[in-house]
T-cell receptor, first 111, second 109 residues
Framework: DTGVSQDPRHKITKRGQNVTFRCDPISEHNRLYWYRQTLGQGPEFLTYFQNEAQLEKSRLLSDRFSAERPKGSFSTLEIQRTEQGDSAMYLC?????????FGSGTRLTVV | GIQVEQSPPDLILQEGANSTLRCNFSDSVNNLQWFHQNPWGQLINLFYIPSGTKQNGRLSATTVATERYSLLYISSSQTTDSGVYFCAPTQGGSEKLVFGKGTKLTVNP
């Protein structure tokens, strides 16, 4: 098992474009989380899946953001009509009901 | 929601020194984790510690849930300990980790 994988590592996009990030959790982990981190701050919770069910969403997850976890395996996070304020590190984590394992993140820059 | 305060915000040490990082939280918690974010941004889970004391090599952590604080001890610090240390509790039935702003540790050779 190679841990939590995120793709891409870096993404530069023009304002108004749509972007999609992928997260592959540790295979036996049934819980998957998305967080966002801006410079100098701790990560902020976005959403959480248990298997394929999205059980919790932050108010930070506006209608431009959507996350899916089909079949309870990998997950995708899509941001539509990106804004400069969306520039951040997007972190994925997984767990089996205990301690988290984080991926290396996807750094998004909106220009 | 729960508020998390970490102190000190910045800490500079010489290699070999010991340190204590503190995390105060404003409400009861059902879980608390400590993480180390290295200079490349990777978050590493150090401890899952809702209460009590745990040790892992040069690191140990203590959570006193009734008094709403947790401590992370680093002994004989090394340059590779540099980075930002976060504590993150969860509250009630939520799976959401609430992160503090972190303590930035710099260990000089």
């Amino acid at each position: 098992d190679t841990g939590v994988s995120q793709d891409p590592r870096h993404k530069i996009t023009k304002r108004g474009q749509n972007v999609t990030f992928r997260c592959d959790p540790i295979s036996e982990h049934n819980r998957l989380y998305w967080y966002r981190q801006t410079l100098g701050q701790g990560p902020e919770f976005l959403t959480y899946f248990q298997n394929e069910a999205q059980l919790e969403k932050s108010r930070l997850l506006s209608d431009r953001f959507s996350a899916e976890r089909p079949k309870g395996s990998f997950s995708t996070l899509e941001i539509q009509r990106t804004e400069q304020g969306d520039s951040a590190m997007y972190l994925c984590a997984s767990s089996l009901g205990g301690s988290y394992t984080f991926g290396s993140g996807t750094r998004l820059t909106v220009v | 929601g729960i508020q998390v305060e970490q102190s000190p915000p910045d800490l500079i040490l010489q290699e070999g020194a010991n340190s204590t990082l503190r995390c105060n939280f404003s409400d009861s918690v059902n879980n608390l984790q400590w993480f180390h974010q290295n200079p490349w941004g990777q978050l590493i889970n150090l401890f899952y510690i809702p209460s009590g004391t745990k040790q892992n090599g040069r690191l140990s952590a203590t959570t006193v849930a009734t008094e709403r604080y947790s401590l992370l001890y680093i002994s004989s610090s090394q340059t590779t300990d540099s980075g930002v240390y976060f504590c993150a509790p969860t509250q009630g039935g939520s799976e959401k980790l609430v992160f503090g702003k972190g303590t930035k540790l710099t260990v000089n050779p």
